[in-house]
């Protein structure tokens, strides 16, 4: 299919987002406010703008709305506190449902804070990110493992975000893939997972050559992407390459499809979220994995010419097609 027969489709679809829903906070600084604190003597740094956009899977969620998908929604858990407020008006202005969200007293909302300067307009000081080192709380745990399989057979294409990096993980906890692995065998379900690849059952998987490499290492000995693929029992595996596109993994098939070359990208900061978002519905379109890849690609493309965890809109994709 043409690129624009595809794109047509996507308004006769819905999405859900499953597992970590998070904030993205680009704060501002003024250098020249650096002036030490009067009560600690301590070097301030002096916000003076602050934006917030969705992260982690709400970038999946974002990308998923700016592509024109008919229904979005986010299934997650964020905290009672400003930082949750400002996630769900986030994700609501951008057209995607929260009434998913689990709201936990127990838990902080996963944020990163990036803090840009002013002057050079570079993000040069060191992150500060709210994140939960513990397990999730059963409470919550059984709020999701609840609500996904009540919900998601009203959805077309189910995006798994596995973001957490501590050794607890974060929303997708055992029961979840567990659960995920079910609705698998008759929906499709994609999965991205930072740490945590080869814990994942029979849905398709999209590591970048790092995460693959990370997961393989530890089972075999040795990157192996279709010994991954088997050990996983997924039905196909996207090994994202950055500048080289996407290694498609089929039982008995590698195949490389590559990428619109780009000399001088912006900001590949989410990279990965918007060609899950364009790879997923496209494979929902078509059932393609080459078709899913090439549009994945696409809106990839798009994104990296962004500041930030950018989007693509439908006739940014078709540019990049050059239809």
């Not at 501002?28 to 604190?37: G, K, L, R």
């Not at 990110?129 to 709380?137: E, K, S």
């Not at 974060?170 to 690849?197: C, F, N, W, Y």
């Not at 994995?289 to 090439?294: D, V």
């Amino acid at each position: 299919m043409k690129t624009a027969e595809i794109l047509a489709e996507f308004p006769r679809y819905s999405a859900l987002v499953v597992g970590d829903i998070c904030l993205d906070r680009w704060c501002t600084y003024d250098p020249a406010t650096a002036e030490p604190s009067y009560e600690t003597g301590i070097p301030r740094i002096g916000v003076v703008r602050t934006e917030t956009t969705p992260g982690a899977g709400g970038t999946v969620a974002c990308n998923l709305a700016s592509l024109g998908v008919g229904r979005v929604a986010v299934l997650g858990v964020v905290g009672e506190d400003g930082f949750g407020y400002e996630l769900r008006l986030a994700l609501e202005s951008r057209g995607i449902s929260t009434e998913l969200l689990v709201t936990s007293p127990e838990l902080s909302t996963f944020t990163y804070t990036k803090l840009i300067n002013k002057t050079s307009g570079v993000e040069d000081q060191p992150r500060v990110d709210f994140i939960n080192t513990r397990p999730l709380p059963k409470s919550d745990e059984r709020q999701i493992v609840a609500h996904l399989p009540d919900n998601a057979g009203s959805f077309d294409v189910i995006f798994v975000s596995d973001q957490a990096e501590t050794e607890h993980g974060g929303a997708v906890t055992p029961a979840v893939r567990d659960l995920l692995a079910e609705i698998a065998t008759r929906k499709i379900v994609l999965a991205d997972s930072r740490r945590r690849v080869g814990e994942f059952r029979k849905v398709i998987l999209k590591p970048n050559v790092q995460e693959a490499a990370c997961a393989s290492t530890p089972l075999f000995g040795y990157v192996d992407y279709q010994r991954l693929r088997e050990h996983t029992g997924a039905p196909l595996l996207f090994v994202t390459r950055g500048p080289r596109g996407v290694s498609v993994i089929e039982p008995g098939r590698e195949t490389d499809v590559s990428t619109r070359p780009i000399d001088q990208p912006v900001d590949i900061c989410g990279a990965g979220d918007s060609f899950a978002a364009g790879a997923g519905m496209a494979l929902a379109v078509t059932g393609s994995p080459f078709e899913a890849a090439r549009l994945g690609n696409l809106v990839a493309s798009v994104t990296i010419m962004k500041k930030g965890t950018g989007t693509a809109n439908p006739a940014e994709v078709l540019g990049a097609a050059g239809e």
